[in-house]
Nanobody
Framework: QVQLVESGGGLVQAGASLRLSCSAS????????GGWFRQTPGKEREFVAA????????YYPESVKGRFTISTDNAKNTLILQMNYLKPEDTAVYYC?????????????????WGQGTQVTVSS
């Protein structure tokens, strides 16, 4: 079992940066692929970023590519999402996720474990 806890959300102005962290317990993150998703009321959870632990490759949708960076701090067993040049449309609850299975990392079905979410609000 893996327990995930997100932190680092908050209220910022457009153009600012935020760094989200996802602390894992129960297993080491170095053996898992990790992902970030976001969700706004009435909408499905949206893929934001993923990191494949097997080869270190990263994946982003066009909406965040060049602005967001996913990484891990293995010493702290933490998955990180660095978000720069934030826009009001980035406002959402952000969730981290993990899986040990190979497969598609850009969909929610690809993950086995989820955090409780952290709110990110970007004002214009």
């Amino acid at each position: 079992q893996v327990q995930l806890v997100e932190s680092g959300g908050g209220l910022v102005q457009a153009g600012a940066s935020l760094r989200l962290s996802c602390s894992a317990s129960g297993r080491t993150f170095s053996r898992y692929s990790g992902g970030w998703f976001r969700q706004t009321p009435g909408k499905e959870r949206e893929f934001v970023a993923a990191l494949n632990w097997r080869d270190g490759s990263t994946y982003y949708p066009e909406s965040v590519k060049g602005r967001f960076t996913i990484s891990t701090d293995n010493a702290k067993n933490t998955l990180i999402l660095q978000m720069n040049y934030l826009k009001p449309e980035d406002t959402a609850v952000y969730y981290c996720a993990a899986t040990w299975r190979p497969g598609t990392l850009s969909t929610t079905l690809g993950y086995d474990y989820w955090g409780q979410g952290t709110q990110v609000t970007v004002s214009s």
